[in-house]
Each structure stands twice: as structure tokens, then as C-alpha cells.
Nanobody, 125 residues
């Protein structure tokens, strides 16, 4: 499985962005897909995760009420809709894929089955 994240950019505070992570392979639906982020000088942190049918989702507190994770199985793509963005949301955002676990477990993993390159989100104040 190869993961390709996109959709990052510069947005003013209060704005919105939708990140995409396209996955290769035919078994996309069997993977829990997650979003993580890492700001300069800070540790990586979990953002959101969703299982194959999007029924099992899990969000970090920093994402609840503002971010929504969703999946399009036909496109083998997972999205992260980010609303009400804040300057502290500035970070490189990464997607990850893990097989055979729940979304909440994926949130705690340090090493993932597959890891994509980041897409940079910058929120100006």
C-alpha cells in the first residue's frame, strides 16, 4: 500500500481545508486509515482515524467538533475536512494505514503498517 497525501496549503484562521490521502492497492477497505500531524519542534500527535466502512471513527480532542474524517472506497481515498482552523493547527499532516485493528488502537500506535508523506498546513493569524 502506498499513501499519497495532498490538500495542504496556507489558510487564514477560521478557514477550512480538506486533506486527501489516496491509497494504492485493492484492499483499502480492510485498513484503518488515520491522520497524524507534527508541528515544528513538537512531537507527532494523532488527529483522527476511521475503519473501512467509516462506522468506527475516533478523534483526538483537538479535532472533535472541527475536523471530520471520511472515506471514499471507490476512490481509495480518505479525507480530513478541517474547519475553524487555528494557528496552532499549523503542522505537517500525515496519513497512515493499519490492518486488523480498531480506530482507537491505531491512534496509539507509534509504528504503522504504512505511512505516507506529509502535506503542510499553515494557518495564519
Amino acid at each position: 500500500v502506498q499513501l499519497q497525501a495532498s490538500g495542504g496549503g496556507l489558510v487564514p484562521a477560521g478557514g477550512s481545508l480538506r486533506l486527501s490521502c489516496a491509497a494504492s492497492g485493492r484492499t483499502f477497505s480492510t485498513y484503518v486509515m488515520s491522520w497524524f500531524r507534527q508541528a515544528p519542534g513538537k512531537e507527532r500527535e494523532f488527529v483522527a482515524a476511521a475503519n473501512g466502512d467509516n462506522r468506527d471513527t475516533y478523534y483526538a480532542d483537538i479535532a472533535k467538533g472541527r475536523f471530520t474524517i471520511s472515506r471514499d472506497s471507490a476512490q481509495n481515498t480518505v479525507y480530513l475536512q478541517m474547519n475553524s482552523l487555528k494557528p496552532e493547527d499549523t503542522a505537517a499532516y500525515y496519513c497512515a494505514a493499519d490492518r486488523g485493528i480498531r480506530a482507537q488502537v491505531a491512534a496509539r500506535k507509534r509504528i504503522h503498517d504504512y505511512w505516507g508523506q506529509g502535506t503542510l498546513v499553515t494557518v495564519s493569524s
